[in-house]
């Protein structure tokens, strides 16, 4: 694997060549570049140069798209040049539409395929796909990688949770692509039925769209109900596949053959090891994103990975998002943080929290769905254990089975009613 330094003068002249098309014929950030002394590739020569350009956020691109729909200015051809279009899911805000070339999917298939082979997945395997193929880019760009690597594809769109269970019984798939959300729906259902998840054929299970696979208790939990071995991965509509794990399973590494990446201090801009990821897709010139603001909060990993990647990598993936921070009795934390402690207790199906001010306290209210156990105990357990984690007191009380939401992909178990600033509406953050 190459060194740092040379997969940083390779990010560079990957940027200077996507710049080239950019910098002639997409008008959003011709002119977004051009305010900043930007009007060639050679005016970006190192990564010093890199650093200077301005950062591009997703509140933009949206604007942009609404004063010039449907796909804003930020397209690189004409519309002739466009094979495929995709939505944003909308869970933090308005949802954005994106459009691919011939040449920008095949980038895509190529990021998804280095998520399968990290993990071992090879032209053997049979890829599990449970989720039905709408608008979202994740899911088809998913099967494109899968079919680079040559695996047999098994998709499970319009299927039950329960029908997708004893398919994967039947079947014997030995990968599984799916939210971890989903992931332990499809566990609840096979205990209801009495279906042993665990004694099926899989071996790998790589679980995209929300933080939880790095989560240790989660992934734990995940393990032991499927009886295979759980991965983290990360991207998004915008960026791409730009995160994966590897057999060493310690940490998320960042893509840097593909993406630039940088870990800033939301509120000075400034490097730092640990807050908000920055990143440039350097294969999907035809609707680019340069320097765009995530929004997702990582640490960088202080050690080398054991495989030997020159990457660097998030230590425990993705912590959250920046507009999911909760701020509860002076308290400033990560959704990641509670699920962390909630998932240790096995007897534990489902829960859903909520934050609400009442005079000058907060409440933090955290409701459980209890398979088995005392009740009692449980409750009285899981708050001494929150309220070590955090400092912070949580009212926990359970709720009787099947009370709670199920939620097909993404994850929304924790509600803020808390007013951002003087508005009074309650706000939702996935997981």
């Known amino acids: 694997m190459d060194d740092p330094a040379t997969v940083r003068r390779e990010q560079i002249r990957r940027l200077q060549g996507m710049l080239e098309p950019v910098l002639r014929e997409n008008a959003f950030y011709r002119a977004k570049l051009g305010r900043a002394g930007v009007r060639a590739p050679a005016d970006v020569s190192s990564m010093e140069d890199y650093r200077q350009l301005p950062m591009t956020t997703k509140s933009e691109l949206t604007q942009d798209q609404a004063r010039n729909p449907p796909f ?21 805000g308005q949802t954005l539409r994106w459009l691919d070339t011939a040449e920008s999917w095949a980038w895509l298939a190529k990021c998804w395929a280095r ?4 993990v071992g997945v090879t032209a053997a395997d049979r890829i599990f796909f449970p989720f039905s193929f709408g608008p979202y880019l994740g899911t088809w760009s998913g099967v494109a990688g899968a079919r680079r690597v040559g695996s047999l594809i098994l998709p499970a769109g319009g299927l039950s949770s329960l029908e997708r269970v004893r398919a994967i019984l039947e079947h014997r798939p030995t990968v ?6 989903y992931a332990f729906r499809l566990a609840e259902v096979a205990e209801d039925a009495g279906l042993d998840l665990a004694g099926s054929a899989l071996r790998v299970n790589v679980h995209p769209g929300e933080p939880g696979a790095g989560i240790p208790s989660t992934r734990a939990r995940l393990q032991e109900a499927f009886g295979a071995q759980v991965f983290d991965h990360a991207g998004s509509t915008e960026v791409g596949a730009w995160g994966f794990e590897c057999e060493a399973r310690d940490g998320l590494h960042l893509h840097e053959g593909e993406f630039i990446f940088e870990v800033l201090d939301p509120d000075t801009g400034a490097a730092a090891a640990e807050g908000e990821l920055v990143i440039t897709n350097l294969g999907r010139a035809g609707m680019p994103v340069i ?22 990598r998030l230590d425990g993936g993705v912590r959250g998002r920046l507009d999911q921070r909760l701020t509860v009795q002076g308290v400033t934390f990560f959704p990641s943080v509670v699920e962390n402690v909630i998932r240790r207790r096995r007897e534990v199906r489902e829960f859903a929290v909520d934050v609400r001010r009442r005079g000058n306290r907060d409440d933090i209210e955290l409701r459980l769905e209890l398979g088995s156990g005392d009740a009692d105990r449980i409750l009285s357990r899981v708050a001494a254990d929150l309220r070590e984690a955090l400092g912070v007191r949580f009212d926990v009380r359970a709720v009787p089975v099947g009370t709670l939401p199920r939620f097909p992909v993404k994850a929304r178990r924790f509600t803020d009613h808390q007013p951002p600033s003087a508005a009074t509406s309650s706000r939702e953050c996935p997981r």
């Open 72 to 92: 804003g200015t930020f397209t690189t051809y004409p519309p002739e040049r466009y094979i495929q279009e995709h939505h944003t899911s909308g869970t933090t």
């Open 291 to 312: 320097r765009y603001r995530t929004g997702d909060w990582g640490r960088l990993h202080p050690r080398p990975c054991a495989c030997g990647s020159a990457f660097r």
């Open 115 to 118: 998520v399968f082979r990290a």
């Open 176 to 181: 599984l692509v799916c939210t971890p959300t």
